[in-house]
């Protein structure tokens, strides 16, 4: 393999040190580097696939990262994603294809180095040996990006990105049960299993619920279905509640009881921008958030609407 690449790079002058090693079973050759991470305007961070023991803190906190003109791109939050930044989220630095590298220069952590890999047409693999660890980014332009399997590969993240989660509809039909006194939700970035809920009245300032309950939560994957999860929340006191969980936009949620079959629809309240690793409001209890690999166990749906 090595003679070849050396034969091939005798005819690619001029593009030597700005180049992507594309592989496949059988070959590698090499292209310009610019012209493949320019090529779509989305890269998602398919954060699973991360292999090694080291960390990249503003890849690790990207869902997708963008390069456009020597300007980086990141999509921190998965509401309003789109949306922000015209879709390619802020600006949190600069890059460079000079000199063999990938080189970003992220304002909050600095600058790092990395080898680029093209895996496949539109996904690749960016290389830090230094921290010892690759990530895997898969490429889309802005009006064909899965939004849809964004929001449900990322669920808990997106539970996260508002202070509260309050109810603002509860179906007529469905039978009398204890959660239909609770008021408020919320799911904090201190891990992924921790949840509090509220009976405060609608419309209690955001600033001073008070949290009645605490508990843990967990989010099953759903056989056969790719926009449904399976939400249990498991309260200290020793009740548990089951809910199929939907997504209906980027700042609702539709919560089915399934004991009651009553179907509730929370809305975000007082949504969170995590800009360079930082929230921008002071009124959530952790101050930054990083993705982690999330394996989720899978139900077989038994009920149905």
Not at 253 to 278: A, D
């Amino acid at each position: 393999m090595k003679s070849v690449k050396l034969l091939l790079l005798l005819f690619i002058t001029g593009a030597v040190f700005t180049s992507c090693k594309f592989l496949d079973d059988s070959y590698m050759y090499e292209i310009p580097l610019e012209e493949v991470i320019a090529k779509y305007d989305l890269w998602y961070v398919d954060y699973n696939k991360t292999t090694g023991t080291g960390d990249v803190p503003f890849l690790s906190r990207a869902f997708t990262v963008s390069f456009y003109n020597g300007q980086f791109y990141a999509n921190n939050n998965i509401a309003d994603i789109g949306v922000t930044g015209n879709g390619l989220g802020i600006k949190v630095g600069n890059y460079n294809t000079y000199n063999g590298f990938l080189e970003i220069d992220h304002s909050l952590d600095g600058a790092y180095d990395f080898d680029v890999y093209q895996i496949s047409a539109n996904e690749i693999r960016i290389d830090d040996s230094y921290n010892n660890v690759s990530y895997y980014l898969v490429g889309y332009q802005r009006n064909n990006f899965d939004y849809d399997k964004l929001f449900y590969e990322n669920i808990e993240y997106f539970l996260q990105e508002y202070v509260a989660w309050e109810k603002t509809s509860t179906s007529t039909s469905g039978a009398i049960n204890t959660f239909d006194k609770e008021t408020f939700l919320q799911f904090t970035p201190e891990n992924t299993t921790t949840f509090y809920s509220s009976k405060d009245p609608y419309g209690t300032n955001i600033d001073v619920i008070n949290w009645n309950y605490v508990g843990s939560y967990q989010i099953y994957d759903v056989q056969n279905y790719n926009d449904l999860k399976i939400l249990t929340l498991n309260y200290d006191g020793g009740d548990n509640e089951e809910f199929e969980l939907s997504v209906i936009n980027d700042s609702k949620i539709s919560l089915y009881h399934i004991s009651s079959q009553t179907t509730y629809e929370f809305s975000g309240r007082g949504f969170i921008q995590f800009l360079k690793g930082k929230k921008a409001k002071p009124n959530v209890r952790n101050s930054g958030r990083k993705r982690t690999k999330i394996q989720r166990e899978v139900k077989v749906r038994k009920y149905l609407k």
